[in-house]
Structures are given as C-alpha cells and as structure tokens.
C-alpha cells in the first residue's frame, strides 16, 4: 500500500494526540498549528483514568500515571471553609483503576511530542480546508498560505471557535455561551501544601489542585455577562473571592499579575449531525466543546483521537471508518456535554435558598461516604478503549 497522508489542523492536546495514534498506524502525518509556538493556551489540565487508559495505546499512560500528586482526601467546601462532601484520591483509583492526574497542558504536550517525528508539527501554519474529500474519490483539500495541500485524511482539532466545523456545517448554530467566565493560574506551593478542594458559592467557585512538581493549578469560574474583562484580573479575582476560606487568598496573592489566564466559557449545547463528512473528521472541542464542571474536555479529545487511529487504519475503507467513528464518539460525547452543562446549572445557583438546599443535599448524599461523590463520574472514568493498548501489546506480544 502506498503511504498515506493526514493533516491536523490544531496542535492542542487533541490534535497532537491523534497526531501520534494515526502516526502509530502508518499514517505519514502533519499537524498545521496557526501560532508561532506550541506554548499552550491555559494552565492545568486532569486526566482522569479514562483519559490514561486512552494514552496506554500510544504508549503514554504509565508517564501520566507517574505524575499523579492527589493521594490523600479532598472534596467539596462553602465559602466559609466548611467540608460539604470529602472524596478520597484512593477510593477513586479503586473504582476507576487510576489515580487523578493534575499536570500542567505544557508538560502533556513535551510528552506528546516526544512519539512524533521531529519534522511532523508546522507551527506559525494557518490553515483551512476547501474540499473535504469524498469517501471514496477524491483526496481532501486544505488551503496553506497560498498553496493547497491534499490529504487522504484531514482532521480538524482546532478548538471551540473551529473553522473546520463551520465548513463542514455551515447550518449549525455553534456553540452557546454558557453564563461562566473562568480564570485560571498557576502559582507556587504554599508551606505545609493544600488538600485538593472545590468550593461553591452563590453564583462562583473556587478550586486548588496540588500538581506533582509542587506547584498548585487554580481555577475559578463566576457568573458574568459575556465579554465582561477586567483592568486587572487577579485584583478581580481578589474582589471576587478574598473573604473565602484559605488557602484561597493566598492562592491570589501567589499569582503573578500577567498570569491570570480569563476566558468565558462557552459549549455546543446543540450536537453536530456527525462528526465528519467526506475524508475530513472533528475532534475535541471542535466537535463537542463542553463546560469544564466534570474536567473532562481534554479527556474526551484525548478518547476521540484513539477511537479515531482506531477506525483509521491506512488500507480501511475511510468512509466506513468514519461512519465507525462518528457512531462511536457522537452518543457518548453528546451525553457528556449535556452532564456538564446540567451541573454547570446547579453551580450557577446565587439565591440564598437554592444554594442552602444545594449545600443540604450534597451533605446528604457525602453521608453516603466516599463512593457517593465519585458516582456522578461513573460510565465516564470507565471508559476503555476498542483493542488492545499499547500496555497489552507490549506485555503480550
């Protein structure tokens, strides 16, 4: 068989992992990225074992694994400080198989990077497809600066606001913005470190996660009209959240005032009608971007872009391997983003009484004990991918 070729539009997490899965099945792969460097846009990212378990088949999943820094408790707290529900590092490997993974995007991407050929990512390289290819004829068409490149494979990984979507279909209504803008920062370890917590308030939230290089990756989200900025970011961040609990204000006074990263949060409330026409698919957000309540973004392009070399083997029939990918990713990710934008829901509560009777419930239910809590990830975390991973191949032969 002659070699074939793939193009990735999007050098982010998604786009360089399926990146390396399609180069693994023989593909002759490039990855087109419009900035000038692969430095990553945001701070932290989790992957959790369902993610890990998709990194096992390109190899990847034990590193990850060796970065987890969350082995002991935390969980969920009010603004004042008190403990709504506790979860357990060790209870969630247990029903999952694998620990929580907080690591900075930075070095996901270096680890990434190291299973491509030195010559596979173009960065500084903006790019658009004009022909998406037909399934069984002709090639697909991607427009770069004032040439035009063909590919058998074209794959669009390029975020929220993806142009290959539009292309692709230009009816869709995209996505919604969901009422949270979001901040995110990373600052160095505090004396004695933190417990990983989330806390709610009326309308906000708050979350410290400890990473393994000591460092402690910070979010926060707060209802806002789109748009909305602030002259300075992390004195907003101080209006918004300095009379919380600790370690939160000292979480704020840490942070560098160039590095508080804000963005509002948008998500395709609406599903697409397929994730693919012709030789030209979608991955990641570009596909199904959803609200960050269950962390899950990045894990669902990480699953897309193994299910996608999966179906994607160089002499398959590509019409019918898309048809496969889209019948896999579509149900599941549908269901995720609409899980997320449901909490996302409940978090967006402000009224006193809705947000006592939140706050009973959640009790309620911690009552329970660990395993409550981590429910709500259940028919997620488990997530396996189709075949054998790259841990099986290697053990096995």
Same mark, same amino acid.
């Given at each position: 068989?002659?070699?074939?070729?793939?193009?990735?539009?999007?050098?982010?997490?998604?786009?360089?992992?399926?990146?390396?899965?399609?180069?693994?099945?023989?593909?002759?792969?490039?990855?087109?990225?419009?900035?000038?460097?692969?430095?990553?846009?945001?701070?932290?990212?989790?992957?959790?074992?369902?993610?890990?378990?998709?990194?096992?088949?390109?190899?990847?999943? %034990?590193?990850?694994?060796?970065?987890?820094?969350?082995?002991?408790?935390?969980?969920?707290?009010?603004?004042?400080?008190?403990?709504?529900?506790?979860?357990?590092?060790?209870?969630?490997?247990?029903?999952?198989?694998?620990?929580?993974?907080?690591?900075?995007?930075?070095?996901?991407?270096?680890?990434?990077?190291?299973?491509?050929?030195?010559?596979?990512?173009?960065?500084?390289?903006?790019?658009?497809?004009?022909?998406?290819?037909?399934?069984?004829?002709?090639?697909?068409?991607?427009?770069?600066?004032?040439?035009?490149?063909?590919?058998?494979?074209?794959?669009?990984?390029?975020?929220?606001?993806?142009?290959?979507?539009?292309?692709?279909?230009?009816?869709?209504?995209?996505?919604?913005?969901?009422?949270?803008?979001?901040?995110?920062?990373?600052?160095?370890?505090?004396?004695?470190?933190?417990?990983?917590?989330?806390?709610?308030?009326?309308?906000?939230?708050?979350?410290?996660?400890?990473?393994?290089?000591?460092?402690?990756?910070?979010?926060?989200?707060?209802?806002?009209?789109?748009?909305?900025?602030?002259?300075?970011?992390?004195?907003?961040?101080?209006?918004?959240?300095? %009379?919380?609990?600790?370690?939160?204000?000292?979480?704020?006074?840490?942070?560098?005032?160039?590095?508080?990263?804000?963005?509002?949060?948008?998500?395709?409330? %609406?599903?697409?009608?397929?994730?693919?026409?012709?030789?030209?698919?979608?991955?990641?957000?570009?596909?199904?971007?959803?609200?960050?309540?269950?962390?899950?973004?990045?894990?669902?392009?990480?699953?897309?872009?193994?299910?996608?070399?999966?179906?994607?083997?160089?002499?398959?029939?590509?019409?019918?391997?898309?048809?496969?990918?889209?019948?896999?990713?579509?149900?599941?990710?549908?269901?995720?983003?609409?899980?997320?934008?449901?909490?996302?829901?409940?978090?967006?509560?402000?009224?006193?009484?809705?947000?006592?009777?939140?706050?009973?419930?959640?009790?309620?239910?911690?009552?329970?004990?660990?395993?409550?809590?981590?429910?709500?990830?259940?028919?997620?975390?488990?997530?396996?991918?189709?075949?054998?991973?790259?841990?099986?191949?290697?053990?096995?032969?």
């Amino acid at each position: 068989m002659p070699e074939r070729r793939a193009l990735v539009i999007g050098g982010g997490v998604g786009g360089l992992t399926a990146a390396v899965a399609l180069h693994r099945r023989g593909w002759r792969v490039t990855v087109l990225e419009r900035a000038a460097d692969l430095e990553p846009v945001g701070a932290g990212i989790g992957l959790a074992p369902n993610a890990q378990r998709a990194l096992d088949t390109v190899g990847l999943g %034990d590193e990850i694994r060796a970065l987890a820094a969350w082995q002991g408790d935390g969980g969920l707290r009010t603004p004042a400080g008190r403990w709504l529900a506790r979860t357990s590092g060790e209870a969630l490997a247990a029903r999952y198989g694998g620990p929580m993974v907080l690591l900075h995007r930075a070095t996901l991407l270096d680890r990434i990077l190291t299973r491509l050929p030195d010559d596979a990512v173009r960065t500084g390289t903006a790019a658009r497809v004009t022909d998406p290819g037909t399934a069984g004829g002709r090639p697909a068409v991607v427009a770069v600066g004032d040439a035009e490149e063909e590919a058998d494979l074209v794959v669009g990984a390029d975020g929220i606001h993806s142009g290959v979507r539009r292309f692709l279909f230009p009816a869709h209504p995209g996505p919604r913005y969901s009422g949270f803008t979001s901040w995110r920062v990373v600052v160095p370890g505090l004396p004695g470190g933190i417990q990983p917590h989330e806390t709610w308030g009326p309308g906000r939230i708050w979350g410290s996660q400890p990473m393994k290089d000591g460092r402690i990756y910070a979010y926060a989200a707060a209802l806002a009209p789109a748009g909305t900025r602030a002259p300075d970011e992390k004195a907003e961040l101080l209006r918004r959240y300095g %009379d919380w609990h600790d370690p939160i204000p000292a979480l704020v006074a840490a942070a560098a005032p160039d590095g508080v990263l804000r963005h509002d949060v948008h998500h395709l409330t %609406d599903p697409l009608p397929a994730f693919h026409r012709g030789r030209t698919v979608l991955i990641g957000d570009a596909a199904h971007a959803m609200a960050p309540t269950l962390g899950q973004g990045g894990n669902q392009a990480i699953e897309d872009a193994v299910v996608l070399a999966h179906h994607c083997a160089p002499d398959t029939d590509q019409g019918a391997a898309l048809a496969a990918y889209t019948a896999d990713r579509l149900p599941r990710t549908t269901a995720v983003v609409r899980k997320a934008a449901r909490l996302c829901r409940i978090q967006s509560l402000g009224a006193g009484p809705a947000v006592a009777l939140r706050e009973n419930l959640i009790a309620l239910a911690a009552r329970l004990g660990p395993g409550a809590a981590l429910r709500g990830f259940d028919g997620i975390a488990d997530w396996r991918p189709p075949g054998r991973t790259y841990a099986d191949r290697t053990r096995n032969g």
